[in-house]
C-alpha cells in the first residue's frame, strides 16, 4: 500500500507519520494493523486525549469522527478531484490548467449552487473529448481547448450539454458505412 502524507494537515493535527499510517489502516480495517504495531508503536493514550480514538473496555480502540475525517475528502473536494483529472492537462503541448486555486474555489462555488452540475460537466467533457477524436479522424476543425479558468467562466460545458458519450459496443461493424 502506498500512502501519500499532508505534512501540513498531520501538522496541524500535531500527529506523528506513523500514528497517521496507524489510523488510516484502522479505518479500512486493514488486517495488517497488529503487523505495524510490532514495528512502530503508537502512543494510544496521546491519541485518546486529542480526540482521534476511544479506547474501549476490551483495550481496542474505535476511531473517533475527527480520525475519519482526516482520511476522507470532502464531497466537493472529491467533486473537483473529479474535474481537475477529466479535464485535459495540455492541448498540442500547451499547458491548460492554469491558477489552479482560483479555478478550485470557482468549481467549488459552482457545484455547491447546483449539486447536478458536476455530472452535467464531467459528462460534457466526455462528449467533448469524443468529438475531438472524431474530428480529428476526418479532418474536421475544432477550435483549441479553453484554459480551465475560461472553460469555467464562459461555461463552456453548455456546448456539448445533453450531448451523450458514445458507447463501445462488443459488435464489430466492418464496413458498414460503406454498403
Known amino acids: 500500500m502506498k500512502v501519500s502524507l499532508n505534512l501540513t494537515k498531520l501538522k496541524g493535527n500535531h500527529l506523528t507519520p506513523s500514528e497517521f499510517v ?10 495488517q494493523v497488529q503487523k505495524y504495531l510490532e514495528i512502530l508503536p503508537v502512543d494510544r493514550e496521546k491519541l485518546q486525549t486529542r480526540g482521534f480514538v476511544k479506547i474501549m473496555p476490551d483495550e481496542s480502540l474505535t476511531l473517533r469522527q475527527k480520525a475519519l475525517d482526516l482520511f476522507k475528502v470532502r464531497g466537493c473536494e472529491d467533486c473537483w478531484n473529479q474535474f481537475a483529472l477529466a479535464y485535459p492537462r495540455k492541448d498540442q503541448g500547451r499547458p491548460l490548467h492554469n491558477d489552479m486555486k482560483r479555478n478550485k474555489l470557482k468549481y467549488i462555488a459552482l457545484i455547491e449552487r ?3 452540475l458536476h455530472t452535467t460537466i464531467l459528462t460534457a467533457i466526455t462528449a467533448e473529448l469524443e468529438d475531438r477524436k472524431r474530428a480529428s479522424w476526418s479532418g474536421e476543425f475544432r ?18 450539454d445533453g450531448v451523450e458519450p458514445d458507447t463501445p459496443t462488443d459488435e464489430q461493424n466492418y464496413g458498414g458505412d460503406l454498403v
Not at 496507524?22 to 488486517?31: A, R, T
Not at 481547448?145 to 456539448?160: D, G, I, P, R, V
Open 22 to 31: 496507524y489510523m488510516l489502516l484502522k479505518s479500512e480495517g486493514d488486517k
Open 114 to 116: 447546483n449539486p447536478d
Open 143 to 160: 477550435p483549441k481547448w479553453k484554459m480551465m479558468s475560461s472553460y469555467l467562466n464562459q461555461e463552456a460545458w453548455t456546448m456539448y
